[in-house]
């Protein structure tokens, strides 16, 4: 039995989604559904076991012997998330107690770390996984922050020679984007927004560039579908001799405006581009460049190329967004 936390969740239900198809499990699921509509994002999946994150612990005692591996996706992804207890509690300790739980049943534990840890640097997006490198991070809220105290934490156990799980996969996603995204609301990703910005028949704002080096429109942030982060979690289970954190990001940086237009385009609604103000109160921290360095998850074997910005918009508009049935 592989059990999925945040299943619910954006990439964890893509995870689920990839699970069934592939023939692995069967699944339980760990979550809080809420009175809302994320249920639908698990609504075709056949499931095994629905856990409540409160009970996992004693879930996972109690089908000990059945359990294959953990995949912790679950989490405050807000990066707007001010109640640092909060965070604390559910980000920090939960992804360690599951740690623990993993290292002494011996099952493989993958993990949701995030590109927020990087805070505000736009170069050396390296994914080094040792004390220096992870202390050098200056996450720029209290999210980033709190996965970078996990993959700290972790890390330090590894050098101490402490017991850890037999595979252990921490994952720092980049802007991903992709179906079951739906009940994020303003956490959701700017494609997203904007077919529904498009759909309504209203202009795109983008922000203005305040720096003289980069026009208007042209920051740049590595756009990473949701099926390769999916993909990508199926092959890690498959290869389990690989353990680490790893960038999960396209490496290739692409702007707003190419995002904006590509969207436009295959809408076929060329609705008004206008350059707006960005707020003072965001100019001081915003990144105007982030780009997944690649090369260590390469070197461990994955050798598959990512969905091109191109590839992967069509895909969720045609196959998702433009549906009455946009669930995965």
Known sequence: MIVVTGAAGFIGS??????????????????????????????KRSIAAFVAPERL????????????????????????????????????????SLWDWCAAARVPFLYASSAATYGGREADFSDQDDAESLSQLRPLNGYGWSKKAVDQIFAARVAEGRPTPPQWIGFKFFNVYGPNEYHKDDMRSVISKLFDTIQAGEGIKLFKSHRPDIRDGEQLRDFVYVKDC??????????????????????????????????????????????????????????????????KIKLAGMNFEFTSLEDGIADYLDHYLLRDDRYR
């Open 57 to 96: 612990i004693d879930f996972l005692n109690a089908n000990a012997s059945a359990i294959s591996a953990v995949i912790h996706m679950g989490a405050i992804s807000a990066t707007t998330e001010k109640d640092v207890d909060r965070l604390v509690e559910l980000n920090i300790n939960f992804s360690v």
């Open 14 to 43: 893509n995870i689920v989604a990839d699970l069934e198809r592939l023939g692995k499990g069967p699944i339980a699921v760990c979550d809080w559904f809420g009175s809302g509509e994320k249920w639908l994002n698990l609504a």
């Open 230 to 295: 999916s993909k990508i979690a199926c092959w890690a289970l498959e290869n389990p001799t690989v353990s680490g954190i790893f960038n999960l990001g396209t490496g290739k940086a692409r702007s707003f405006l190419d995002l904006a237009m590509l969207v436009r385009s295959r809408l076929k609604q060329h609705v008004p581009i206008e350059f707006i103000d960005m707020p003072e109160a965001i100019r001081a921290k915003y990144q105007y460049f982030t780009q997944a360095d690649t090369t």
